[in-house]
């Protein structure tokens, strides 16, 4: 089951300038980051309420959130919702013939995570996770 809106990611030129912003201006709690270098992300999760603001700094202009960085200038990324066991999830989307990213779930900042393909949700890149202890 989808049970929240997880996160809303959101690409950033620069991580630093981003938290500038989000966290010391806006006033939003830190609670994790890390580089994902299989993402080629920096990544930082900022609590708001039930949710969370996840900032993306690409590691490579030419790997795909450095090409969206270069397309739009950083903005609105992807939409994640939570979910108590993602590889159900990503079969029942399979199932339904949902054009998928990720075959199988993969470790995130987020948790378990895996990814559906913009082009089948006309044009929003839709993320499913499954955070520790779910
Ligand atoms: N939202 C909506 N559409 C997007 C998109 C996004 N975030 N990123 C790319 N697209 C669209 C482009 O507009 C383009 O559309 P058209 O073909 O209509 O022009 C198409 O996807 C291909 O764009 P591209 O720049 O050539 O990008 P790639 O195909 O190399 O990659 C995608 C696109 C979605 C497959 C890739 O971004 C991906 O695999 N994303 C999932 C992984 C990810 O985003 N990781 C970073 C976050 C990590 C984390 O949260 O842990």
Redesign the pocket.
Same mark, same amino acid.
């Given at each position: 089951m989808l049970k929240k809106i997880h996160h809303v @990611?959101v690409v950033v030129p620069s991580l630093d300038a981003g938290l500038r912003f989000w966290r010391d201006t806006l006033g939003l709690h830190l609670t994790a980051s890390a580089t =994902?270098e299989e993402?080629g &992300?920096r990544?930082a999760l900022l609590k708001a309420g039930d949710s969370e603001i996840?900032l !993306?700094e690409p590691l490579d202009a030419g790997n795909? &959130?450095g $090409?969206?960085l270069a397309?739009h200038g950083g903005g609105l /990324? /992807?939409v994640?919702f939570q979910t108590d066991d993602v590889a159900r999830e990503l079969e029942a989307a399979r199932a339904k013939g949902i054009q998928l =990213?990720d075959q199988k779930p993969r470790r @995130? !900042?987020?948790g378990m =995570?895996c990814?559906l /393909?913009? $082009?089948a949700t006309r @044009? &929003? !890149?839709v993320?499913y996770a499954q955070p520790p202890g779910e």
């Open positions: @990611g =994902i993402q &992300v990544a996840e !993306l795909a &959130v $090409k969206f397309r /990324h /992807h994640c =990213i @995130g !900042l987020a =995570i990814f /393909h913009p $082009k @044009g &929003v !890149l993320e």
